[in-house]
């Protein structure tokens, strides 16, 4: 069976829930601050590229998305080794249930469905990863409906309608690139947050790796997308016991609140 014919059991694996990462010791805090020190490097080069005219708003996805598949095989390797897949598919056919297997299927099938991302019109992606004193957590989720006014939009003019007269393309082209300029600005801006969630513990007090978390929503409707990248409070009541081994866990009030906040007539797809 292929993963599509497992597309109901895989999205079982996302939907209201998240991963929860055990922090025991420095390595694993530097290796956390390492991860998210690169998606806020990923998050300013998507920002230089929206700046460019030169660069289509294709090529800024397609850069964006080949980031983040490279960081999930990093983390199916991490956590299942060369062979993830067999390692998730075992797990979604029942022929494993642990840990390993749950995060292999849950990671795996986020690789998937980001593929589709940037194909699929009205559909948001959700991440909120949320730092807590001996653990963090990660939730993927996809959503219908529309995020708040305080996301950035910008226009692509290569989804234009094509019924646009040559002034109106070439205007509506002004329009875009301008939109887009508004949108790097806005990502620079606001990617500091997940460094700041996510400090170097080597030159930084332990008090200061305690608590922390952001959020980034994007979605497309027709030609216009939209984004929201924002610090994201923990709830330090979200956990009764402490973190023994990696796991796949309920959302937490945190993805509740901003589902209901950032968000217009939310619907979980996946």
Not at 1 to 15: C, I, N, Q, V
Not at 36 to 54: N, Q, S, V, W, Y
Not at 100 to 123: F, K, M, N, P, S
Not at 211 to 219: M, N, P
Request: hydrophobic fraction near 35%; charge should be negative.
């Amino acid at each position: 069976m292929e993963w599509h014919e497992r597309s109901e059991a895989g999205a079982d694996t996302l939907r209201r829930q998240a991963v929860r990462i055990p922090l025991p010791d420095r390595e694993a805090e530097r290796d956390l601050h390492e991860n998210m020190a690169r998606i806020a490097d990923a998050g300013e080069r998507k920002a230089r590229l929206l700046d460019d005219p030169d660069v289509p708003l294709t090529e800024v996805y397609e850069d964006e998305l080949d980031e983040m598949r490279q960081s999930f095989e990093y983390r199916l390797q991490q956590v299942a080794g060369e062979e993830y897949y067999d390692v998730a598919t075992a797990y979604l056919d029942g022929e494993r249930d642990d840990w390993i297997g749950a995060l292999a299927a849950y990671y795996l099938e986020c690789y998937y469905r980001l593929q589709e991302r940037y194909t699929v019109d009205e559909q948001i992606f959700f991440l909120l990863i949320l730092r807590y004193p001996d653990c963090f957590t990660v939730n993927l989720s996809f959503l219908g409906g529309e995020i708040s006014r305080d996301a950035v939009r910008y226009e692509s003019s290569a989804l234009a309608d094509a019924d646009l007269t040559e002034r109106g393309q070439e205007q509506y082209y002004a329009d875009s690139q301008y939109s887009q300029h508004e949108a790097a600005e806005y990502l620079r801006e606001s990617v500091g947050c997940i460094r700041e969630a996510f400090p170097d513990p080597d030159a930084t007090s332990a008090e200061r790796w305690q608590y922390g978390g952001f959020i980034h929503l994007t979605g497309r409707q027709g030609p216009t997308f939209a984004e929201l990248l924002d610090s994201w409070a923990p709830d330090p009541d979200r956990f009764d016991e402490p973190a023994a081994t990696p796991d796949i866990v309920p959302e937490g009030p945190e993805a509740r609140r901003a589902k209901r906040t950032l968000l217009t007539d939310a619907e979980v797809l996946i």
